[in-house]
């Protein structure tokens, strides 16, 4: 199993995918604060009135580094290229030859995707905070309860990356892994949001929360909505506020973070089992 | 003897469809297996089964007298079907990710190389390579680690006639000096009569018959039909001259059981003992021939 672990990280680190992969989300965060600031420039300089300083909050920042759409198309195709290549070359037989287990590849296989989506988020955050500084004034301090959200954050990923590899290894073809990925966050979220809203009728029930790429999504407009109503905050902002409001919400406390953990659990148990149980039986 | 490989009744079925039926086969140690049959007879299904790649239906499959089977493939190296390759790595660095992830050492890699001829490939990427150096590539991903039971399917598709002696050398050569045991399938049955030692033949899932060289050398054995004037006459002659030969008496001509002499030396023994030839022909099969027959 170890050598399995040892084998799959090097055949990410000596492949130049690497290099696109941790580019990609540097790249996205230089143009996604870039151009806000220069849409807020733009706004700016036409409004009448106090002109305002751009700002963003570092918590805000900071959680919502991983609630972008481009965050989790790049993850899920650079998932699928790593691990259908085994399967494309046909290299899976000359590893079960060698008595390989399927189970042992699988489970290396998930350990090394799950440390290269940490990888990735981190990286991604890194670079959203550098560049926070460089286009905007960063307001606000980093306080033990943001950086347990984050944390919340990473654990939400690892379990929507779990989904992703599950379809990945199921399907153990580029394309149809991809679309089926790319598509299957959304519709989750369309469902449960019509369940929701036509057949749930107590109040007290909140299947929204079920939806991690959601509730990624609105977790650091709800958090942080008060201090960028006051300081004026990005576009970004002040529109993740709206969509948020327009959804059934959310309190976050200890009971909701206690609650998304279980969530995340049930994700990745379900969707590891599903797979497994899919890859056991396959023949190549 | 050691027995490398041992099925019962490997069975492999696709729904309706039997590819491999009831297969019980035995590789000794040392022994080269030429597996025949031909395009879909099961040849790749059987050793597909017996490394792991696919599950059999039925029966059962033993490895080096029963270890313990993931154990026992780590001591097999094989080649199935194409050559499974990292298109965009060096020939090098393929065998070095296989290494790594099989926890082999990876100092063996340039002597292999240099044993299949890719020694001078340098940085070239395997997308660039030709079918026979990738076929070569393949056979150097089988030979990691030392392996004592090397499993071929058509190892020899893509080579040009140097590459195919090369390989042929290689086998007897691993086979002779390293005791390396050997499962081979092959369409070219010329080639496969050149190394095996024992031959299995498989038809429609089914090994309809295995033999050992020496077996098949009795059965393709070429004899001499003669007719002569006096064959009575005849018969004692050539028995007189030729006593490790078996001749027989057939109706109204004489069986010659080789042909090992000259057909002149024949004719000559029979007519100095009076019996002059009216007919004379070589018969016999060919080993091509007695594999298609089978097939």
Redo the contacts between chains.
């Keep these: 199993m ?3 672990i ?3 990280f ?2 990410i680190f ?3 995918s690497l290099i696109v992969f941790l580019a990609i989300p540097v790249g996205l965060s230089l143009l996604s604060m870039a151009s806000e600031r220069i849409l807020f420039e733009v706004v700016n300089s036409i409004s009448e009135g106090e002109k305002v300083v751009y700002t963003t909050d570092l918590g805000y920042v900071l959680l919502s580094s991983v609630a972008q759409d481009a965050f989790f198309i790049v993850m899920s195709v650079f998932l699928a290229i790593w691990n259908v ?1 085994d399967y494309s ?13 399927r189970t042992n590849i699988y489970f290396a296989k998930y350990l090394v995707s799950m440390v290269m989506v940490v990888m990735y988020t981190v990286v991604n955050t890194l670079f959203s905070v550098l560049f926070s500084f460089i286009f905007s004034k960063v307001i606000g301090t980093l306080t033990v309860e943001i950086l347990g959200l984050y944390l919340l954050d990473i654990f939400m990923v690892i379990a929507i990356a779990t989904t992703y590899f599950s379809v990945i290894m199921m399907f153990q073809k580029l394309a149809p892994a991809i679309i089926i990925n790319l598509v299957s966050g959304g519709v989750l979220g369309i469902i449960i949001s019509i369940i929701q809203e036509v057949f749930i009728k107590n109040e007290k029930i909140n299947l929204n929360t079920l939806a991690l790429e959601t509730i990624i999504q609105r977790l650091p407009v709800k958090v942080l909505s008060e201090q960028t109503s006051s300081q004026g905050g990005s576009l970004t902002q002040v529109l993740a506020q709206i969509s948020d409001q327009l959804m059934k919400p959310f309190e976050v406390n200890s009971t909701f973070i206690l609650h998304m953990n279980i969530v995340c659990v049930f994700y990745i148990a379900i969707f590891l089992t599903v797979g497994f149980l899919v890859i056991r ?1 396959k ?2 | 003897m050691t027995q490398i490989l041992k099925t019962e009744n490997l069975t492999k079925t696709y729904g309706q469809k039997t590819v491999v039926n009831g297969v019980s086969m035995t590789i000794n140690k040392g022994d080269i297996y030429g597996f025949i049959g031909v395009n879909g007879a099961g040849k790749t299904s059987f050793m ?1 089964m017996i ?5 059999p239906t039925s029966g059962s499959i033993e490895l080096f007298e029963g270890e313990n ?6 001591k ?1 190296g ?1 080649l ?10 060096s020939a090098k ?1 393929n065998l ?3 290494c ?4 082999f050492d990876t100092n063996q890699i340039d002597g292999i190389l240099q044993l299949v001829g890719l020694g001078d490939t340098g940085k070239m990427i395997v997308k660039k390579f030709s079918l026979g150096m990738k076929q070569r590539l393949g056979i150097a ?1 089988a030979l990691l680690n030392d392996p004592e039971f090397l ?1 071929l399917d058509e190892p020899v598709n893509g080579l040009d006639p140097k590459g195919i002696k090369e390989i042929r050398e290689l086998v007897i050569r691993l086979n002779q000096e390293k005791g390396v045991t050997f499962l081979i399938s092959s369409h070219l049955l010329d080639e496969l009569g050149k190394i095996a030692t024992r031959y299995g033949i498989i038809s429609k899932g089914v090994l309809v018959e295995e033999l050992t060289l020496h077996e098949l050398e009795e059965k393709c054995v070429k004899s001499v039909t003669i007719k002569t004037t006096e064959n009575e006459k005849a018969l004692e002659a050539l028995r007189n001259a030729y006593p490790d030969v078996e001749i027989k008496l057939n109706d109204d001509h004489i069986v010659f059981m080789s042909s090992d002499y000259e057909v002149a030396d024949l004719s000559k023994t029979m007519s100095e003992n009076g019996a002059y030839v009216v007919e004379i022909r070589l018969t016999g099969t060919t080993q091509e021939d007695y594999f298609i027959e089978r097939m």
């Design positions: 170890l050598n399995l040892r084998g799959e090097r055949k000596t492949s130049k290549k070359t046909g290299s899976i037989r000359n590893m079960l030859a060698r008595g390989c287990t039986k023949e190549y | 597909k490394l792991g790649i696919t599950f089977i993931l154990e026992a493939r780590r097999i094989s199935v079907e194409t050559p499974s390759l990292y298109l965009n790595l660095e070095k990710n296989y790594v992830e099989f926890g991903v499993v």
